[in-house]
């Protein structure tokens, strides 16, 4: 059988005059990353597809205010919070980026959405091989990730009372915590459920 041949993509060649203190930066971060500066421009040009640079300002594709901090801080941050507010913030992420997704009419598009989030350093963009996505566990805590989640791929909010507190004693809430959700066990150092699955067309 013969292999299809993906067609190369359109490229275009840009020119822009940059000042010298400008270059010499250019020329100390592609020696740090051990790329040439071709692959180091074109790797910040790219970041153009997932938020706004202005000149003061770092903006999400639909016009919010961003800022930077580090991963470890925010998921420390997150460890600190209740239960039930890792769900809620869970889910405003998850709408954060199907807003993105809808405005470019990917709404349903779930490659769209994680490789997105794996653009945005969210986690990997990490599928098995069975297409069920693998989401780092430093992420976040497993109530946040599973929100978030939730909201991406269900465009639902998650049940709030999906709780250690709601479900200790409860039985049928548990049960129907465990059939909804369904936990994989594919890796032990990522979060997977049931339907959290990209079904790729052939």
């Known amino acids: 059988m013969s292999k299809e041949i993906e067609p190369k993509k359109q490229t275009k060649v840009i020119t822009i005059r940059i000042d010298q203190?400008?270059?010499?930066?250019?020329?100390r971060m592609k020696d740090r990353m051990g790329i040439n500066k071709n692959s180091l421009i074109k790797n910040y040009l790219e970041l153009s597809k997932y938020f706004l640079k202005r000149k003061s300002t770092i903006q999400s594709l639909n016009d919010r205010d961003l800022v930077v901090i580090k991963r470890s801080f925010l998921r420390n941050l997150l460890e600190r919070?209740?239960?039930t507010d890792q769900i809620n913030f869970?889910?405003?992420l998850g709408r954060f980026i199907n807003d993105i997704a809808r405005i470019y009419g990917k709404q349903e598009d779930l490659e769209f959405k994680i490789d997105f989030c794996d653009n945005l350093g969210f986690f990997n963009n990490l599928l098995d091989e069975s297409n069920y996505v693998l989401?780092?566990?430093k992420f976040g805590p497993v109530k946040f990730a599973e929100a978030?989640?939730?909201?991406?791929?269900?465009?639902?909010?998650l049940n709030p009372n999906y709780i250690e507190e709601e479900m200790k004693g409860n039985k049928s809430l548990r049960q129907k915590y465990k059939n909804q959700i369904k936990q994989l066990d594919i890796s032990s150092s990522h979060y997977s459920y049931e339907f959290a699955r990209i079904n790729k067309e052939k």
């Open 21 to 27: 203190e400008l270059n010499e930066n250019l020329d």
């Open 81 to 83: 919070m209740e239960e």
């Open 90 to 92: 869970g889910d405003k």
């Open 135 to 137: 989401v780092e566990k």
């Open 148 to 157: 978030f989640l939730w909201r991406l791929f269900e465009q639902k909010e």
